[in-house]
C-alpha cells in the first residue's frame, strides 16, 4: 500500500477510505458505546434512531478535527433498515451512475465528508449533485468541519459550492460535536441536535437538543422531539411518542446488560425491528418488547 492510498476498513460494507486516510479503527464504537461514554443519551439516541428509519437526511459537524464525527456517523449508519440502499461516495471521483437507477426513497448517499482537504473527499460540483439528489428525495448522512448549522449552511452557501436554498432544506438535522476535558482526560460530545426549517423561503434554525458544556446534560424534552417526528418526518404523533419511548427503554436495557459492540448492537437492533414488525397491537408490542433478549 502506498503512503497516499486509503486504508480498507475493516467493516466489508466500508470502503477504502471511509475513515480517511488515518488508519480506520478495528473496534470502532457502537451507538450504545457512545451512549456509554456520554457523547450523547439514550433519548436522543432513539430520537436518531427513528429518524434514520425515517430517511432523515443528516449533517454532522464539529468544529475541532478529531471530534467523532465519523464515529457518530458511522454508528448511526448501523441502524438504517436492511432494505436501504448504501451508497458510499467516492469523493472527487463520484459521478452519481447510480442516481436514475436507484429508488430515491430508500437509498442513503454516505459522504465521509464534505471537504476540499483530501480527494475521497466531496467537494464542488459534487456537493452540488448530492444536494440536487437530496432534494429529489434520496436521503444523505455526511460530515463537515463546522460549529453548528448555522455554519454548515454558511458553508453550502458560500463560493464555490453554493448550493440553492431549496436543496439545503432537504437538511433534516445537524448534529454538533464538540470536546472538552473531563475529570478522566479529554470527552467528546454532542452539543446540539438542530433542524432546518424553510420559513419563507429562508432557513431557520430550531435547536432539538443542546448542552451548555461538555460536561453538562444533554437537554431535551419528549414533546420537541416527537413533534419533530411528526411535523417534518411524517410519524403520526401517537406512534411517534411510542416508538421513542419504546427506543429509549430498548437503548436503557443495552446500555445496563448488553450488546455494546457493533456487531453486537446490529443483530441486537435486527431482533428488535422484527419483533416489534410482528406485533400488532400497543398491548403486544408491550409484551414483545419485555420478552426480547437483549
Known sequence: ??????????????????????EPPTDSLSIVQLIAHETLDTRVAAFLWIALE??????VAAAEPRA???TLLTALIDLLPPETTRRYLRGWY??????EQDDPARTYLLCNEISSHLPIYLWGRGVRRLFELAHRGFALATTVHAAGARDVLALFRAFPLEVPEPYLASIDLVLTLGTGLGPRGPVRRLM????PILVDGRLEIE????????????????ATLVRMLSTRLGLER???SAELARRERALQRWLANGPTSREAVR????????????????AARAAAEDRSED
Open 1 to 22: 500500500m502506498t503512503e497516499n492510498e486509503p486504508v480498507r476498513s475493516p467493516w466489508p460494507d466500508e470502503p477504502p477510505g471511509w475513515w480517511g486516510y488515518r
Open 54 to 59: 425515517r430517511h432523515a437526511s443528516v449533517v
Open 68 to 70: 467523532g464525527k465519523t
Open 94 to 99: 463520484e459521478r452519481f451512475d447510480f442516481a
Open 192 to 195: 446540539r441536535v438542530e433542524a
Open 207 to 222: 435547536v432539538l437538543a443542546e448542552r451548555a458544556t461538555p460536561l453538562s446534560p444533554l437537554d431535551s424534552t419528549p
Open 238 to 240: 401517537r406512534v411517534a
Open 267 to 282: 443483530l441486537a437492533v435486527a431482533t428488535f425491528r422484527q419483533r416489534v414488525a410482528h406485533t400488532d397491537t400497543p
